[in-house]
């Protein structure tokens, strides 16, 4: 039987965007951050570490999720664009211990520095690991639409044309609502969560595309979450997925 497996760079990241497929399919769940942001004080770290893996458990028992094993690859939060290649590597000894799989990663969106290295770590995976019998699909977070307003389980057609949504039923999405508020430290004004809770928007996901041509639109994450007060710079950002994309390093000599 085919594994499924779904790439979360965040706890809670995995049910906002890939509810479907962990109900849907026994699934691995890859948490590639403990969820603890940088700016957090450092005798409340360990206590917020623990206290969002309990939020996943407990939303995935309201899901109705089928998760069958839990990898974490404690990176921290805001850490794991800087990362890429320690990940590449983690990810390679990981997946390649399946014969097949269907692996989700979230799509590149420039909502979260975080989310667009998982996509890249996934492309330099999916080069080494071409002897095994894996599909490969990304799936919808949040980022600007074309009129530069947050959306939510969009992705765009021009680029994914296999474009399938899931959970649009009401009954969906108030499941997903319910497994959500679980997120209880993420529940504040104007949240990533609070933001999908106040105007739920059904899932979507795709076939990773064979070309890694990065959008070179608006930032989210700058704009509005002002990431770049923590040295994630759009530019720097950028500047160095781009070299990390597969074919793009130079050769060591």
Same mark, same amino acid.
């Given at each position: /039987?085919?594994?499924?497996?779904?790439?979360?760079?965040? *706890?809670?990241?995995?049910?906002?965007?890939?509810?479907?497929?962990?109900?849907?399919?026994?699934?691995? #769940?890859?948490?590639?951050?403990?969820?603890? +942001? +940088?700016?957090? *004080?450092?005798?409340?770290?360990?206590?917020?570490?623990?206290?969002?893996?309990?939020?996943?458990? !407990?939303?995935?028992?309201?899901?109705?999720? @089928?998760? $069958?094993?839990?990898? &974490? /690859?404690?990176?921290? %939060?805001?850490?794991?664009?800087?990362? #890429?290649?320690?990940?590449?590597? !983690? =990810?390679?000894?990981?997946?390649? $211990?399946? $014969?097949?799989?269907?692996?989700?990663? +979230? !799509?590149?969106?420039?909502?979260?520095? %975080?989310?667009?290295?998982?996509? #890249?770590?996934?492309?330099?995976?999916?080069?080494?690991?071409?002897?095994?019998?894996?599909?490969?699909?990304?799936?919808?977070?949040?980022?600007?639409? *074309?009129?530069?307003?947050?959306?939510?389980?969009?992705? %765009?057609?021009?680029?994914?044309?296999?474009?399938?949504?899931?959970?649009?039923?009401?009954?969906?999405?108030?499941? $997903?609502?319910?497994?959500? /508020?679980?997120?209880?430290?993420?529940?504040?004004?104007?949240?990533?969560?609070?933001?999908?809770? %106040?105007?739920?928007?059904?899932?979507?996901?795709?076939? /990773? *595309?064979?070309?890694?041509?990065?959008?070179?639109?608006?930032?989210?994450?700058? @704009?509005?979450?002002?990431?770049?007060?923590?040295?994630? @710079?759009?530019? &720097?950002?950028?500047? =160095?997925?781009?070299?990390?994309?597969?074919?793009?390093? +130079?050769?060591? !000599?």
């Amino acid at each position: /039987m085919t594994e499924s497996i779904v790439i979360a760079p965040h *706890p809670d990241d995995e049910v906002l965007g890939c509810s479907s497929v962990l109900r849907e399919s026994a699934t691995t #769940v890859v948490l590639l951050s403990d969820g603890v +942001p +940088p700016w957090t *004080p450092g005798d409340d770290v360990n206590a917020l570490r623990q206290r969002r893996h309990h939020e996943c458990e !407990a939303a995935w028992e309201t899901l109705g999720a @089928r998760v $069958k094993d839990v990898v &974490e /690859m404690g990176l921290r %939060d805001l850490s794991v664009w800087r990362s #890429v290649p320690d990940l590449t590597v !983690a =990810l390679g000894d990981l997946l390649g $211990k399946f $014969k097949s799989a269907t692996v989700h990663v +979230p !799509a590149y969106q420039r909502g979260h520095p %975080d989310h667009d290295a998982a996509y #890249v770590a996934a492309l330099r995976v999916r080069s080494v690991l071409t002897n095994r019998a894996f599909s490969w699909r990304v799936y919808s977070l949040y980022g600007y639409a *074309p009129d530069e307003s947050l959306h939510f389980g969009h992705l %765009d057609r021009r680029s994914f044309p296999d474009v399938e949504v899931f959970g649009e039923g009401l009954r969906e999405l108030d499941r $997903k609502a319910a497994a959500l /508020m679980c997120f209880v430290s993420q529940l504040r004004p104007d949240s990533i969560v609070q933001r999908w809770l %106040d105007r739920p928007e059904p899932e979507s996901l795709a076939t /990773m *595309p064979a070309s890694a041509i990065i959008d070179p639109g608006v930032s989210f994450y700058e @704009r509005e979450l002002d990431f770049a007060r923590h040295g994630a @710079r759009v530019a &720097e950002v950028d500047a =160095l997925l781009e070299r990390l994309l597969p074919g793009r390093e +130079p050769r060591q !000599a």
